[in-house]
């Protein structure tokens, strides 16, 4: 079982929808939850941590569910330049170094 | 202006032939990685140093070996042992021993025919 499962999509969405990213990982014990976007043959940048308590940026707001142990991304208000991969990233308990990556989620805006 | 750096962008070798990829960061980061990644999978851990002459091996380490010498370089050599070479290799960087995010450099696609 991977550590992290994403829906590889790819969304396709207009111009203005909002659309939501799920991420499961299956062990409890993780620690730190990221979400990360990759945009075509680029490195991966850094969209936002998750924390426990939920947190907003702009139009973009990730969740935590310990419980259910998943994270979500939503996008308001989508972008034509919002269209990229995104990466659910979580760490391990015990290993800080240990980062275990999502094959993500493609999404496309259109027009 | 501060970052990761990686060089080449492109690499093309033969089968058979060992080739360094490099990675350098004036973030003073801690930590740095070595990351492989495969058209449609997630990335995966190759090698990663916590601190200076120190270094542990990934999920993939086979085929692969490194070195941090420096704070700021962790360069990485795809032996010709490692089977299945074509790929992006990510460098990354982290500051300090706790759960804190990493960044990337802009990554190196080698080509092995």
């Known amino acids: ?93 015990y290993n800080f170094n240990k980062f275990y990556f999502g094959s993500g989620t493609k999404l496309n805006v259109k027009p | ?29 801690d930590a740095m990685y070595w990351y492989r990644q495969d058209p449609g999978q997630g990335l995966r851990l190759i090698y990663y140093s916590q601190i200076v002459n120190d270094f542990q091996k990934g999920d993939i380490a086979e085929g692969y070996s490194v070195s941090r010498e420096k704070k700021e370089s962790f360069p990485l050599t795809v032996t010709s042992a490692q089977k299945n070479p074509t790929a992006f290799y990510l460098c990354a960087s982290r500051w300090g021993q706790g759960p804190y995010e990493q960044y990337f450099g802009p990554g190196t696609r080698l080509t092995v025919t």
């Open chain 1, 1 to 93: 079982r991977k550590e992290v499962e994403q829906d590889p999509g790819p969304f396709n969405v207009p111009e203005g929808a909002t659309v939501a990213f799920n991420c499961t990982y299956s062990n409890s014990a993780s620690q730190s939850f990221f979400w990360y976007r990759q945009d075509c043959r680029k490195e991966p940048k850094l969209l936002m941590s998750v924390y426990s308590s939920g947190n907003e940026d702009g139009r973009f707001t990730a969740q935590l569910n310990r419980a259910s142990q998943y994270i979500s991304l939503l996008i308001r208000d989508s972008k034509l330049s919002d269209s990229a991969t995104y990466l659910c990233v979580v760490t391990d308990l």
């Open chain 2, 1 to 29: 202006d501060g970052g990761i750096t990686q060089s080449p962008k492109y690499l093309f070798r033969k089968e058979g032939q060992n080739v360094t990829l490099s990675c350098e960061q004036n973030l003073n980061h």
